[in-house]
C-alpha cells in the first residue's frame, strides 16, 4: 500500500502517523515489535521453581519432598494463578517469556517518545 502523507508534521486525528516522519529510534523500535509479534509466542508471567506431588501411590514424593517442578505464575485480576510447565516444554515457555518483555520494553519505549511529543507539542 503506498504511504501518501497528507499531514506533514503532525498525526492525523485518528492518531496514526506517517512512517516517513518517525524518529530513527521509533521505527527502530517499532520494526524490533513487528518482528516479535509476527514470529514468536509471548507470554505473561514469573517461573518459579516449586516442588510438587505427582499423585502416584507409593512415590517418593509422598512422604516428603515433592518433584522439582517447573510452574508460570501471574496474577490475573488480582488473582495468582500457577500453571505447571510440562519439561519438554520449559524451553519454548522460557522464550515466550522473555518476549514480553521485550515487547513491554519496545513499548515503553515509544510510549516515552509519544510522551515527549505531546509534552513538546509536536505531533
Ligand atoms: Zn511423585
Known sequence: MPLICHSIHMADRNGSVCRAHMSVA????????AQLRRQRG????????RQRK????????GRGEGHESLFLVISQNGRTR???????????VRLWVEDYHRVRGLLEQISRLYWDKVRKRQG
Not at 26 to 33: G, H, I, V
Not at 82 to 92: D, T
Request: glycine share 6%; aromatic share 6%; hydrophobic share 35%.
Open 26 to 33: 521509533e521505527r527502530r523500535a517499532r520494526s524490533q515489535l
Open 42 to 49: 509471548v507470554i505473561r508471567g514469573t517461573l518459579l521453581v
Open 54 to 61: 505427582c499423585g502416584k501411590a507409593n512415590c517418593r514424593c
Open 82 to 92: 500457577q500453571l505447571f510447565v510440562p519439561k519438554a516444554w520449559e524451553s519454548r
